[in-house]
C-alpha cells in the first residue's frame, strides 16, 4: 500500500511540474502556439464598437514631432468587433475594464481571452482584431502613440 501512496504521490508531483512548466498566462499567446502571420487577417469594419477619445497630447514638445499619445475608450457591445489593424506604426496598451473580449493576433495560433483587469501590449510586426463573444459589453482603455500620418485621427 504505501508503494502505492509513494507512486501516486510521484504521479501527482509530475503532473503539477508539467502544468507548472509552460504555464499560459491569462490574456498572453499560449506556450507553443506563438508564430509570424499564423492567424489571418480578419474583419476590415467596424461592428458595434463605441471608440471615444478622452484624452490626447501633441508629443512635439517632448521630442516627437508629429506625435501625438491618444487615450481612448472603447465599449463593444456583445456580437461587436474592432476590426483587423496594425501596430506597426502605433504603439498600444489596452486595458480590459470590464466584461470580456477575444483577441485574434497575426503572432498566435490561438484567439486570447481577455477579461476585466487584464492588460496586454501592443506593438511591432503585431495585427489583429478582437471580437466579444459574450453577452454583456466589454469595455476597454486603449493609449496608443500614433505616427505623423495619423496624429489627427479619432479612430484606429
Not at 474583419?43 to 517632448?62: C, E, F, H, Q, R
Not at 465599449?75 to 496594425?86: A, D, L, Y
Not at 470590464?98 to 493576433?105: K, L, M, P
Request: a positive charge.
Amino acid at each position: 500500500m504505501i508503494d502505492f501512496l509513494k507512486a501516486a504521490a510521484a504521479a501527482a508531483a509530475l503532473a503539477a511540474a508539467s502544468f507548472i512548466s509552460a504555464p499560459a498566462f491569462a490574456g498572453e499567446c499560449p506556450a507553443g502556439k506563438a508564430g509570424v502571420d499564423v492567424t489571418k487577417p480578419g474583419p476590415m469594419a467596424p461592428v458595434g464598437v463605441t471608440d471615444t477619445v478622452i484624452a490626447s497630447i501633441d508629443l512635439k514638445g517632448y521630442g516627437f514631432d508629429g506625435r501625438a499619445l491618444r487615450m481612448r475608450r472603447l465599449v463593444v457591445m456583445p456580437g461587436g468587433i474592432v476590426p483587423w489593424h496594425s501596430h506597426g506604426e502605433r504603439p498600444a496598451n489596452i486595458l480590459v475594464v470590464s466584461g470580456a473580449i477575444t483577441e485574434y493576433r497575426s503572432t498566435c495560433a490561438v484567439p486570447i481571452e481577455h477579461k476585466a483587469g487584464d492588460v496586454t501590449a501592443e506593438s511591432g510586426n503585431l495585427s489583429h482584431w478582437w471580437k466579444n463573444n459574450t453577452k454583456k459589453p466589454a469595455v476597454l482603455i486603449s493609449s496608443d502613440i500614433l505616427p505623423p500620418q495619423k496624429a489627427a485621427d479619432s479612430m484606429m
